[in-house]
C-alpha cells in the first residue's frame, strides 16, 4: 500500500521554526516536493529533492527552508526557520516528477502550519 503521511506541524509564533516530514512506504521515488495550499489559493510547490541531493526552492522561502531527506528511511523532511504570517498553509509531499513539480500520486491530508503574528 502506497502511503505518504506528513507530519510535524503546528502553531508557532512569528520568527519562530517547525520541521515537517513526510514519511514514504510502499513507492520508489527518485524526486519528492513539498507543496502548500492557504484558503482560496492554489497549491504551490515550496521546495523539492532528489535521492541524489539536488534541491530546488520557491523564491518566497529561499534562505529559510531547506528540505532534506533520509533515504534509508524514505522520509524527506522541510526545516522551516524565520516563519511569516504568510507561511500559513497546509503542507503536503508528493512525489514528482522534476524538481520543478508535477505531482504523481493522490494528495495526502498534509499537515498545518499556523503561523501568529
Known amino acids: 500500500q502506497v502511503q505518504l503521511v506528513e507530519s510535524g506541524g503546528g502553531l508557532v509564533q512569528a520568527g519562530g521554526s517547525l520541521r515537517l516530514s513526510c514519511a514514504a512506504s510502499?513507492?520508489?521515488?527518485?524526486?519528492m516536493g513539498w507543496y502548500r495550499q492557504a484558503p482560496g489559493k492554489q497549491r504551490e510547490l515550496v521546495a523539492a529533492?532528489?535521492?541524489?541531493?539536488?534541491?530546488n526552492y520557491a523564491d518566497s522561502v529561499k534562505g529559510r527552508f531547506t528540505v532534506s531527506i533520509d533515504n534509508p528511511k524514505n522520509t524527506v523532511y522541510l526545516q522551516m526557520n524565520a516563519l511569516k504570517p504568510e507561511d500559513t498553509s497546509v503542507y503536503y509531499c508528493?512525489?514528482?516528477?522534476?524538481?520543478?513539480?508535477?505531482?504523481?500520486?493522490?494528495w495526502g491530508q498534509g499537515t498545518q502550519v499556523t503561523v501568529s503574528s
Open positions: 510502499g513507492i520508489s521515488f527518485n524526486t
Open positions: 529533492i532528489t535521492r541524489g541531493r539536488n534541491t
Open positions: 508528493n512525489v514528482v516528477r522534476s524538481l520543478t513539480g508535477g505531482p504523481i500520486r493522490a
